[in-house]
């Protein structure tokens, strides 16, 4: 059972994210990876992770084929990653398309999130253009999930098993 006071700090860590690294596997088995951005939303008790991908990409493809899935949240420099396992779940569109309005919103919000849009990285932000059906929205069920972090006070890394 993971400590509380470390299962709210990893809660919190994980909803100021917005990055990650997605790994779906190919039809010969193999893994392909892409960086894309994700959101956490739910309740205390659950994970809930969302991302969008377009519909043609191989991302997709792969999903509607094989829908096993690995994330890796936290790729900067200090000792802080999630490491995530489980399956992603394609939405439908009723469901897919208020959400994806509601992160457009979340991510605009995000603090430094400008320094994307400054011509740098990206024009402005992506999903407040998305329209219609060429994107699907998908929600990762998580069977494992571990926080690997660097413990402030004791200034060790730790490992904590969330799922």
Same mark, same amino acid.
């Given at each position: ?5 470390? @299962? ?9 994210? &917005?990055?990650?690294?997605?790994? #779906?596997?190919?039809?010969?088995? @193999? ?21 969008? #991908?377009?519909?043609?990409? *191989? ?17 900067? &420099? ?10 992603? /779940?394609?939405?439908? #569109? ?19 999130? /400008? ?30 999930? *571990? ?8 200034? @060790? ?7």
């Amino acid at each position: 059972m993971i400590d509380p006071v470390i @299962k709210n700090e990893f809660r919190n860590r994980l909803h100021e994210q &917005f990055i990650a690294v997605l790994s #779906t596997v190919n039809a010969m088995g @193999k893994p392909e990876s892409a960086v894309l951005y994700y959101w956490a939303d739910g309740p205390e008790d659950e994970i809930r992770l969302f991302f969008a #991908t377009r519909r043609d990409s *191989r991302k997709f493809q792969n999903l509607m084929e094989r829908d096993s899935v690995a994330m890796l949240v936290g790729t900067g &420099f200090e000792p802080d990653s999630i490491q995530i396992q489980g399956r992603a /779940e394609l939405l439908k #569109t009723i469901d897919g398309a208020p959400l994806l309005a509601e992160f457009s919103r979340m991510l605009d919000a995000k603090p430094n999130v /400008e320094l994307l849009y400054r011509g740098a990285y990206l024009p402005q932000n992506p999903f407040g253009r998305i329209e219609g059906e060429e994107f699907g929205v998908f929600r990762v069920i998580p069977d494992f999930v *571990r926080w690997m972090r660097l413990n402030p006070e004791t200034n @060790k890394v730790e490992d904590h098993q969330v799922i």
